[in-house]
């Protein structure tokens, strides 16, 4: 994988990137939706990439469990078994180890857990969690690390940080496949020196690029804002910076200023799948009654497939109804808006006014967030006067 630095902002930390894999090119600061199961639940491929998607992730604990990493490498790998011929990254399957089972026993050689599916058990070492990302196949691919519990002590941190750099030692070893990038994971907890002292020790071994893990896993916003300032400008320059799990429309940006170059987060998937949409003006909740007879699209602003056609009122009708459609739906516009939001902020750090950019996001954002579903203010159109926007222009907008 090559990674290209296009342009840095004058008066942050973030920067224009571009990075060339094996299946194709993908831009930053990028958003990669997940698809845990080999698919980006409710949405095809095609889909995806008509919406801007250049890369999604996909989980190898679950690819593991079912259908197997070595019935995906007889169909093909995964790129064919899931019909994504496009940048594709598969995380190690130590977070969902960590977040998903109770009976669960780390050491110095690997993970022991029993399958969430079928009570089977069992046992990932770093060399195993390789040989299953080489086996899918994917164009990224990540070290095994611990995800260090929070709160955790300076000791417990330690100590999960060790085995978390031994782990990255053997995963570096144990890589044959070249034409997949290897990422190594940034773990110490809440701790500066922690976190310092782990990417001296990645950098050391050297890797195509490096994480940032063991965030937003329960820690205050002002606490995970520090740690990834205080990180980021640590991280090697010349390689792509990954922030995992995160998040908020509100963190991403934040993080992009301090130099982080990639996202992932279920947020907008798994939010949609709930009734909660986002907005350039907050986030709202379509099951509200206030949505009964609304006849206005989600976002006004929003030129996604949902909001040229379809109202507030009839998602509401659809969610409470229980409809596989409300779903779909929710889900485009949601990923939708995180897709074009970085592509708005590629653009802005492109002309220098990543800053006003920002700033003008979060006061609408903000302003959202203090009443939910507070209607949108409605511009006139070119050559209309302010008069002129009634209850009928607004409905006519819903199809431009």
């Not at 940048?87 to 050689?109: C, M, R």
């Not at 990954?242 to 934040?254: A, C, D, Q, R, T």
């Not at 993080?255 to 939010?271: E, H, K, S, Y």
């Amino acid at each position: 994988m090559q990674f290209e630095i296009l342009k840095k902002d004058k008066n942050s930390g973030a920067r224009l990137g571009k990075c060339h894999t094996p299946h194709g090119v993908f831009h930053t600061p990028a958003f990669i939706p997940v698809g845990t199961q080999a698919t980006v639940k409710a949405m095809t491929p095609e889909e995806l990439r008509g919406m801007g998607a250049e890369i999604i992730l996909s989980n190898t604990y679950h690819l593991y469990l079912r259908p197997g990493h070595e019935r995906i490498r007889r169909l093909g790998g995964l790129h064919r078994f899931m019909h994504w011929d496009h940048p594709l990254l598969t995380d190690s399957g130590g977070f969902q180890v960590y977040s998903l089972n109770s009976l669960v026993k780390v050491s110095a050689e690997g993970i022991y857990f029993q399958s969430h599916v079928d009570g089977s058990r069992h046992f990932i070492s770093p060399e195993k969690s390789i040989e299953i990302q080489e086996a899918l196949g994917a164009d990224i691919i990540m070290c095994l690390d611990e995800c260090t519990a929070y709160p955790a002590s300076h000791e417990e941190a330690e100590h999960s940080l060790e085995i978390t750099l031994n782990w990255s030692r053997r995963c570096k070893d144990s890589h044959r496949d070249q034409g997949q990038a290897l990422f190594g994971i940034v773990q110490g907890g809440m701790y500066a020196d922690l976190r310092k002292m782990s990417v001296a020790a990645l950098t050391e071994i050297g890797f195509d690029g490096y994480a940032l893990g063991g965030l937003s896993v329960g820690e205050s916003k002002e606490t995970m804002f520090q740690v990834v300032a205080e990180t980021a400008r640590l991280m090697p320059r010349q390689h792509p910076r990954y922030l995992m799990g995160v998040g908020m429309p509100g963190e991403i940006m934040e993080a992009v200023q301090q130099g982080i170059d990639m996202f992932d987060c279920v947020l907008p998937t798994r939010n949609a799948r709930n009734g909660m949409l986002f907005t350039r003006y907050g986030r709202m909740v379509i099951k509200n009654a206030r949505y009964a007879e609304d006849p206005l699209p989600i976002d006004l602003s929003c030129s996604c497939y949902v909001c040229r056609h379809y109202s507030r009122a009839y998602l509401r009708h659809l969610y409470l109804s229980e409809e596989i459609l409300a779903l779909r739906l929710n889900t485009i516009h949601n990923l939708h808006f995180y897709l074009t939001l970085m592509e708005d902020i590629r653009q802005a750090i492109s002309e220098d006014c990543l800053d006003r950019f920002i700033h003008d996001f979060k006061s609408n954002w903000e302003a959202g967030e203090e009443e939910e579903g507070s209607p949108q203010p409605i511009l006139p159109l070119e050559g209309e006067s302010k008069e002129g926007v009634n209850e009928s222009a607004k409905l006519a907008r819903r199809e431009i």
